[in-house]
């Protein structure tokens, strides 16, 4: 069986941290930042962890093994 490649789209938005949360920007903080606050701009810098189901998928298409999970939709 060949070996499964990883998806480029997904290592170029998201990053692994040393323990294996994955990390992703936020949303809604490319334009249209008039009529945003200032603490919502400041906040939307920071990297959010991502958890959950689409979280195990991502780990999946980036070749990260995680211990008995399984990512097929039930």
């Known amino acids: ?5 990883t998806r480029n789209s997904v290592t ?3 990053k692994v ?3 294996g ?3 992703h920007r936020h949303n809604f903080s490319r334009h249209l930042r008039a009529r ?3 603490a919502k701009k400041r906040a939307q810098k920071k990297q959010t ?3 959950g189901y689409f979280a195990r998928k ?3 298409y980036l ?5 008995g999970v399984d990512t097929r939709k039930k």
Do not use: A
């Open 1 to 5: 069986m060949p070996k499964q490649k």
């Open 12 to 14: 170029k938005r998201f």
């Open 17 to 19: 941290t040393k323990n």
């Open 21 to 23: 949360k994955i990390m």
């Open 36 to 38: 945003k606050s200032e």
């Open 49 to 51: 962890v991502m958890t």
């Open 58 to 60: 991502l780990k999946k």
């Open 63 to 67: 070749g990260i093994r995680t211990k």
